[in-house]
């Protein structure tokens, strides 16, 4: 059975080692929307900016998507997200939950599509990682909420 989660703002991660999505959403309403896109260098996110967003936003909890293979095996990309909520609990001293976001990046595709953007230019690129923190942070309140 999903647990209940407290009730306040979130920032959601989709992680990547050149680009980090982070988005915001509201525990209440179960939504999200995109902020921006953080460049890392080696998979580190610019811990200034995401301690700016920390400020900010004052969430009381942070979610990175989980990429994995289709048979649930983990990759490169799967380590990177596990290393980058290790290190935001310890940056940060919040909560950190992950989830599968496998199908994130086609949904933000296509959330991108009905906004009238296409995924060929780098500024829509860097848009298509902020949505899909968009998209994982709305199925973490999504897989939560259900009875």
């Known amino acids: 059975m999903p647990e209940n989660i407290e009730t306040g703002t979130y920032l959601g991660f989709d992680y990547g080692a050149r680009r980090l999505g982070v988005a915001v959403g509201e525990s209440i309403t179960g939504s999200a929307r995109s902020l921006t896109t953080l460049d ?6 610019d811990w200034h900016a995401v301690s700016a967003l ?7 909890a942070l979610v990175v998507g989980r ?20 290190a935001l609990a310890v940056h940060t001293g919040l909560r ?17 599509r009905e906004r009238g953007y296409t995924t060929g230019r780098a500024s829509d690129r860097r848009a298509l990682d902020a949505v899909a923190a968009e998209v994982i942070l709305e199925s973490w309140f999504a897989s939560r909420s259900t009875p």
């Not at 890392?40 to 996110?45: H, K, L, R, T």
């Not at 920390?54 to 009381?60: F, R, S």
């Not at 989830?99 to 296509?110: K, M, V």
């Open 54 to 60: 920390i400020g900010e936003w004052q969430p009381v």
């Open 67 to 86: 990429p994995s293979h289709a048979d649930d095996s983990a990759s490169e990309s799967t380590r990177g997200a596990e290393q980058l909520a290790q």
């Open 40 to 45: 890392c260098a080696d998979g580190e996110p």
């Open 96 to 112: 950190v939950a992950m989830i599968d976001e496998r199908l994130s990046s086609h949904e933000a595709s296509e959330r991108l």
